[in-house]
């Protein structure tokens, strides 16, 4: 069909190239209008073309047939008027009639209507059922700078460009009310937004074709004029449900505040019931037989078999144990390099350059790296006896006791996988422990009503003994109001064997959503199974995909947490990793809820999984495909380049999935996706980044070269692995829209290049930066001044002489600050002092610090967090002084090789410490004791320092357990090669 196509608008072309060259004559008035008509006849042959990829076939096959039906009349007409192939040349328009002329010019008329409105009923089918509520945010940004920009392009519909954007302005207020309602119990309203949203996408479509001029002026308007119309019937229908007394405001008397959008989550790393096998396992990892064991956890999904695995992993007396830990998580689709790389850098404790590495070399070093130690290794989510055969190579038996850790569904795997130990079948909850852990879900510490004890010991019962169920249905619970009444609903509506049918419950879970959490959720399904996701990645992958709706006095990043923070509090979601502050920094999602995110985004966002590979073409790939994919995720061991441009141009976010390819893309590949907003290649490789995609917000990749031709002003989230040091272009500072910069090695080089930033406007929304390397002080304070809002910056420090500077005033607003001293083979004093009020996270590397900079430091009074790295004090010691680091709450020395002997603390200092962490400090004569008077303080991490380190810090809990009743105040005493979660990250 495209073929015809092809065919008819090539003949078309044959026949306005003939027009053009026959004589002008008293008719030529109607030899232009054919004219005309037939220009416009050949636009939307070729918009019809360009959105074919839209079309159901039974309509574009009655389309095509009344296409060369007026096709082939219209060339009837115009060859009518030459006699013979001699006379051409004499011939004109003259013989034909008026009458004819006009009743080919109304069929064309009325042909070019019926593929505007095929068009539309295509595009419109293929819109994704679920939408972000911040799009039509992105969508009047864009119509007001594309007024300004295009608007010669945009001059023959301006006017009702700007009545839609005031339609689309006047009805901000009833998307900000359906972004703050807190149930789901307002379909009519839903559908609404759904509707609106819809809108917003021809919109944007509409105004992209006629920048490009790729379709008739005359289609356009009458496209928007038919959206006109159809957001005048969303606003009469919104009203209407208003009238019905469903008021918006009564539904919405909680603002959008992050503490209001989260339920204040437990993290999930709490593990409640299997007391018994916890112990059993305890007592095999720790006492078992000298040889080299597997510890098989085996059954069913939503058992509960990962959270066992980690609580034993992380449990203080087994970590303990074992020199070195190390994980891996497998999944159905896995890579053997993929899971070496994954245990060395946890067996290593650190990043190396593994991409160039074959999997039999990583496996050798890896071997060599566990040879002789007593090593614990967890291996989570085995599908096949495959994966064994993998890695046990690298698994040497010192008859030290070394153990592995192994999760699976299959018992076939325990069994091939077994060494001494018999497998373990995980068995299911008993009614007790599914009561406990119902209530700890909901109720937290608060206690709970006889009443509601007792309907809430029988759905606990129903649910099956699966503690995934319980958990599931504990988040529907937290959403209701604590009466019998709602609580004896929800029972009768579970049924008798929800337990049976896991997929009920999560639906359950899904449809008690509200709209603005809906997207949010369904997007897990874009991400790797059984992956530990970053908090900070996530959020800005939702905002630029617009589903975070703005809100006046809150940052996009805050709302988007708090989404993530409900969704948490909902048990949809587990978080694992928090930073010193509390705050989370990574999550994951149970395999269960990943297929249902996956298949139910795949139905409502269009989201496509597809595995390429060197040999595949894409357009094949992608034929076949029922719906249309607006959303791609990518993965295979590489890619081909291929005819990118034919199936992608509709796509608006792809992800690959691969952290080790290294092919090379070019990035012109991707010019032709002219909607996308994200394109996350964080671990792929690309010649240059040099794209012009206007309406790119999120752009990930490795690269070793940034074009000054690139013009992604709309981006938001820019993250550079670069290959070498690269200089920072100036187009960056063009892109006024950047919200988060990452790269990874990048600096300023030329003066020119300062100069032309010194005249660039400001990156006001810039709130984190990393990582510049500073080489003198007019760097550093330049950048400060062009990012005022800076809330993070990650920075290195070269070449220390040049500071001149004494005092460097960072933004007012700055949070946390990372500084790291490089280039250098001794240890620098600091060059600089540090004005920054706000300042609640800092990390000091490398630097030679004299008692002036600690007390300038100690005196940042909203300081929570100091980490001091390799850090070399005056006369190797540290005096702290009354009344400073009055708010501090996480202290972390490593002192590395500087010999750091002697610690005074006065009494009135470090008031509010709750955590100290110390390593290597291993000429610390001791931890002054003044710490086991801090009543706040909670615990002592010591990590490969002395004897005297460790006895001190033993000493300071005993203090506070014996005299101040602090039963619950930890020391982690631990070995080099030790890994330990109290280390908080920052």
Not at 514 to 541: M, N, W
Request: with cysteine; net charge negative.
């Amino acid at each position: 069909m495209r073929m015809q196509l092809y065919s008819e608008g090539g003949f078309l072309e044959t026949i306005l190239h003939n027009m053009v060259e026959v004589p002008t004559n008293s008719n030529s008035s109607q030899r232009v209008a054919l004219k005309d008509h037939l220009e416009i006849l050949q636009k939307m042959l070729n918009l019809l073309r360009a959105n074919i990829f839209r079309m159901p076939i039974k309509d574009l096959e009655f389309l095509l047939r009344d296409i060369e039906i007026v096709v082939i009349d219209v060339g009837l007409m115009v060859y009518s008027v030459y006699e013979d192939e001699e006379e051409k040349q004499d011939m004109a328009l003259g013989g034909v009639n008026i009458t004819q002329v006009l009743d080919f010019s109304s069929n064309i008329q009325r042909l070019s209507i019926d593929i505007y409105l095929t068009i539309r009923k295509a595009f419109q089918s293929n819109l994704p059922r679920i939408h972000g509520l911040g799009y039509v945010d992105s969508l009047l940004n864009n119509l007001k700078k594309f007024q300004i920009l295009h608007s010669d392009s945009l001059a023959s519909v301006m006017d009702k460009l700007q009545l839609l954007q005031k339609e689309f302005e006047s009805l901000q207020p009833f998307l900000r009310a359906v972004a703050e309602e807190r149930h789901n119990d307002l379909d009519e309203i839903q559908h609404c937004a759904t509707q609106l949203i819809g809108k917003a996408h021809e919109v944007e479509y509409i105004v992209d074709a006629c920048i490009r001029e790729e379709a008739p002026v005359c289609c356009l308007e009458h496209w928007i004029l038919d959206i006109i119309e159809d957001i005048t019937l969303i606003r009469e229908e919104v009203a209407e449900i208003r009238e019905k007394k469903m008021d918006l405001v009564a539904l919405n008397t909680v603002p959008v505040h992050t503490s209001n959008l989260a339920r204040s989550p437990m993290m999930n790393e709490e593990i409640i019931g299997f007391e018994d096998v916890i112990e059993k396992l305890r007592d095999q990892l720790i006492k078992g037989k000298k040889g080299r064991d597997v510890m098989s956890v085996v059954g069913m999904p939503g058992l509960g078999k990962t959270t066992l695995a980690y609580r034993l992993y992380y449990d203080r007396s087994v970590t303990d144990h074992f020199e070195i830990h190390a994980q891996c998580c497998v999944s159905q689709v896995y890579s053997r390099k993929d899971l070496l790389i994954a245990i060395l850098r946890d067996a290593i404790r650190e990043n190396f350059e593994c991409r160039e590495k074959q999997a039999d070399e990583l496996a050798d070093q890896l071997r060599k790296t566990l040879f002789s130690k007593r090593y614990l290794i967890l291996i989570d989510d085995v599908w096949e006896t495959s994966v064994w055969d993998d890695l046990i190579g690298s698994f040497h038996d010192a008859n030290n006791g070394s153990r592995i850790i192994l999760t699976t569904r299959n018992h076939e795997v325990a069994m091939y996988t077994r060494f001494q130990s018999d497998p373990l079948p995980l068995r299911m909850f008993n009614n007790d422990e599914s009561w406990e852990l119902l209530r700890k879900k909901v109720f937290g510490e608060e206690s709970c009503s006889p009443l509601l004890t007792e309907i809430g010991q029988q759905i606990a019962n129903k649910c099956g003994q699966l503690p995934l169920s319980v958990v599931l249905v504990a988040g529907i619970l937290a959403e209701m109001e604590k009466k019998v009444e709602c609580w004896e609903q929800l029972a009768n509506n579970l049924g008798p064997h929800i337990h049976e049918d896991s997929r009920a419950i999560i639906e359950q879970s899904y449809q008690i959503l509200p709209y603005r959490l809906r997207p949010c959720f369904l997007y897990f399904g874009a991400l790797l199974e059984d992956s530990v996701i970053s908090v900070p990645k996530l959020t800005q992958l939702w905002i630029s995909e617009g589903f975070i709706k703005s809100c006046e006095g809150k940052s996009l990043e805050d709302i988007a947490e708090g989404y993530l923070e409900n969704l948490i509090g909902r048990n949809l979601v587990m978080g694992t990793k928090r930073t010193s502050r509390g705050k989370i920094k990574a999550c994951r999602i149970h395999d269960l809820l990943h297929d249902f995110c996956k298949e139910r985004a795949k139905e409502d966002m269009c989201l496509l999984w597809q595995k390429w590979d060197q040999n595949a073409n894409p357009s094949s790939c992608l034929s076949g495909h029922k719906q249309l994919a607006h959303r791609m995720c990518i993965y295979g061991e590489g890619y081909r380049a291929g005819d990118w441009s034919s199936c992608l141009s509709h796509v608006v976010s792809i992800i690959l999935h691969n952290n080790r390819l290294s092919v090379g893309l070019d990035s012109h590949i991707f010019h032709s996706v002219k909607f996308l907003k994200v394109l996350d290649m964080e671990f792929t490789r690309i010649n240059s980044f040099s794209f012009d995609l206007v309406y790119l917000r999120y752009f990930a990749a490795e690269t070793s070269r940034f074009s000054n031709k690139a013009g992604c002003r709309e981006l938001e989230t820019l993250k550079f692995k670069s290959l070498s040091e690269m200089s920072l272009p100036i187009t960056l500072w063009e892109m006024d829209k950047l919200r988060h910069v990452h790269i990874s090695n990048c600096s300023f080089t030329s003066e020119i290049s300062r100069e032309l930033i010194e005249n660039s406007k400001d990156l006001d929304d810039l709130q984190t930066l990393s990582t510049p390397c500073f080489s003198c002080a007019q760097e550093a304070e330049l950048i400060l001044r062009k990012t005022p809002n800076l809330l993070e910056l990650r920075c290195k420090v070269r070449g220390v002489d040049n500071f001149q500077c004494y005092v460097l005033n960072f933004p007012a607003r700055i949070e946390t600050l990372k500084i790291h001293l490089s280039y250098t083979r001794d240890t620098k004093t600091i060059p600089f002092c540090i004005s920054a009020p706000n300042l609640t996270n800092l990390t000091l590397k490398n630097f030679y610090l004299h008692c002036q900079h600690l007390s300038e430091i100690g005196s940042l009074h909203n300081l929570q967090v100091l980490s001091l790295k390799g850090i070399s004090f005056e006369t190797c010691k540290w005096e702290v002084r009354d009344d400073e680091f009055p708010q501090l709450r996480v202290l972390k020395l490593h002192a590395g090789k500087a010999h750091f002997e002697e610690w005074f603390v006065a009494d009135d200092a470090f008031p509010n410490l709750e955590h100290l962490v110390l390593r290597d400090c291993k000429f610390l004569k001791e931890i002054p004791s003044w710490f086991g008077e801090i009543s706040s303080l909670k615990s002592i991490a010591v990590r490969n320092c002395n004897e005297n380190v460790d006895k001190s810090a033993s000493d300071i809990r005993e203090t506070q357990v014996e005299d101040y009743q602090n039963s619950k105040f930890e020391v982690f005493i631990t070995r080099e090669n030790n890994k330990s979660d109290s280390d908080y990250e920052d």
